[in-house]
Every structure is written in structure tokens, then in C-alpha cells.
């Protein structure tokens, strides 16, 4: 690959990563200062627990991802820790969707409890 098409993947996976963690912000400030006692419903504390994982993903896993994509030479025990990291980070932003998805399967379904 071309030198300016690295840089141009990094730009953009910087950007990428820059609106992540500025809207998951936005999303934790509107539901703990916006709406109160909101964190007393399940489904506002699914939904801050998916906003915190997915801002993690944008500050560590995003960026981990791009140097481990060869702007750095790591020792390949390095090179599993890290992706185990962006592993970790990115399917706690996963099961958090589960989490909201059988949420409100429960929700549809058992709409008396």
C-alpha cells in the first residue's frame, strides 16, 4: 500500500475515533444530567453501560487497532496482549447490545410485570 493511504486510513480512523467518544460523552451527559432518575430505569443504565463501552472503544481500542495495523513493530506477546485489549473492549460494546436487545424483548413480551 502507499504511504499516503496509510496516512489517509489513520486520519480517518482517528476522526472515527474522535466522534465515537465525543457522542458516546454526549449520550452518558444526556442520560445521568438530562432526564432525572433516569438510572433507576434497566433500559438508561443498558444504555450508559453501551455508551461507556463503545467510548472505550473509541480511546483505546481504535487507536490499538491502528498501530497494531503496522505503524509499530511489537514482539508478538505485545501483539496478543493488545488484540486481546481491542477483543475485550469491543465485545463488551457487543453484549451491551445484547443486554439492550433482550431488554426490550422483555419489555414487548411482559409488558404487565
Given at each position: 500500500?502507499?504511504?499516503?493511504?496509510?496516512?489517509?486510513?489513520?486520519?480517518?480512523?482517528?476522526?472515527?475515533?474522535?466522534?465515537?467518544?465525543?457522542?458516546?460523552v454526549?449520550?452518558?451527559?444526556?442520560?445521568?444530567?438530562?432526564?432525572?432518575?433516569?438510572?433507576?430505569?434497566?433500559?438508561?443504565?443498558?444504555?450508559?453501560?453501551?455508551?461507556?463501552?463503545?467510548?472505550?472503544?473509541?480511546?483505546?481500542?481504535?487507536?490499538?487497532?491502528?498501530l497494531?495495523?503496522?505503524?509499530?513493530?511489537?514482539?508478538?506477546?505485545?501483539?496478543?496482549?493488545?488484540?486481546?485489549?481491542?477483543?475485550?473492549?469491543?465485545?463488551?460494546?457487543?453484549l451491551?447490545?445484547?443486554?439492550?436487545?433482550?431488554?426490550?424483548?422483555?419489555?414487548?413480551?411482559?409488558?404487565?410485570?
Amino acid at each position: 500500500m502507499a504511504e499516503w493511504s496509510w496516512v489517509a486510513y489513520t486520519v480517518l480512523e482517528v476522526l472515527i475515533a474522535l466522534a465515537c467518544c465525543l457522542g458516546n460523552v454526549l449520550v452518558v451527559y444526556a442520560v445521568c444530567a438530562g432526564i432525572r432518575d433516569s438510572l433507576r430505569e434497566p433500559t438508561y443504565c443498558f444504555l450508559v453501560s453501551l455508551a461507556v463501552a463503545d467510548f472505550l472503544v473509541g480511546v483505546a481500542a481504535v487507536p490499538l487497532a491502528v498501530l497494531l495495523d503496522g505503524w509499530v513493530s511489537v514482539t508478538p506477546d505485545l501483539c496478543l496482549l493488545l488484540s486481546c485489549v481491542v477483543l475485550v473492549l469491543t465485545q463488551a460494546s457487543v453484549l451491551s447490545l445484547l443486554a439492550i436487545a433482550v431488554d426490550r424483548y422483555l419489555r414487548l413480551h411482559t409488558p404487565l410485570r
